[in-house]
């Protein structure tokens, strides 16, 4: 992205004159040995026809209040955070319908299901919850304070790192999806995993078999031994030789 000298002097609400009239008052009042500059140079500056020098962009950075690196244009971890939110609340919308827009819906689709597999990995859902997906719940969905205190572990990863520290770095939205879902896979515990894909399976259910049409009882468990399953009246059976019924007793 561009540095965030548009951005955050349009938060103080300063024409580009203003903000220079303003910035080189600051630089003068605290003695800074800082070129002082005009609204064409804030342009320039905006437009990425031209750069800060280093000195400058420490001053405007200490002038504007925040971290160097994120006014050079390097993603705070909040800002991150939000994006993932958004994604994830797309999915967990009660119109989703990954049929529907199928491009942009498989991208929340990934976003969902690497949450979930994040959230059963910490223990944060359990292995065993009776619910396919979505795992949060709407309030957890809205509380941005749920995914700072569960999430942060995500910018320990590669993945995500070069996106809070490497600002001369052009980030498209693709690549932050891709980052996000390498980090929340890093997390993944394949033995937790296993178990919830094994608890997941056990219930799942064939409404028709061309075309494929699947569901999830929670209520009625059949073995795992590989064959389809198909339930009625609350009776799980599944389809023999000669397109016989063989009724089962039902196991945890």
Do not use: C
């Amino acid at each position: 992205m561009l540095n965030r000298i548009r951005q955050l002097r349009k938060q103080k609400n300063l024409s580009q004159k203003e903000f220079a009239k303003d910035f080189n008052e600051y630089i003068s009042k605290n003695k800074m040995d800082i070129t002082p500059i005009n609204f064409s140079v804030v342009s320039k500056w905006e437009t990425k026809k031209s750069a800060p020098t280093k000195a400058t962009y420490k001053a405007l950075a200490k002038y504007f209040n925040v971290n160097e690196i994120y006014l050079r244009g390097a993603y705070s971890k909040d800002e991150l955070l939000l994006r993932l939110q958004k994604y994830y609340s797309k999915y967990a919308d009660d119109n989703f319908d990954i049929t529907i827009d199928t491009l942009r819906n498989l991208v929340y689709f990934d976003i969902g299901e690497v949450v979930d597999e994040f959230v059963i990995s910490k223990r944060l859902k359990p292995w065993n919850i009776k619910k396919e997906a979505p795992l949060l719940t709407k309030e957890e969905v809205a509380d941005f304070n749920y995914w700072k205190k569960n999430f942060n572990v995500l910018f320990d990863h590669a993945a995500t790192n070069w996106l809070i520290t490497k600002p001369t770095l052009e980030a498209t939205e693709k690549d932050i999806i891709g980052a996000l879902v390498d980090a929340l896979s890093g997390e993944g515990d394949n033995v937790v995993l296993t178990k919830r894909i094994n608890f997941l399976n056990k219930h799942l259910y064939y409404k028709s078999r061309y075309p494929i049409k699947t569901f999830y009882d929670f209520n009625h468990p059949h073995p795992l031994d590989g064959k389809e399953y198909y339930l009625e009246d609350g009776k799980p059976y599944f389809i023999g030789d000669n397109n016989q019924r063989h009724y089962i007793e039902e196991t945890e």
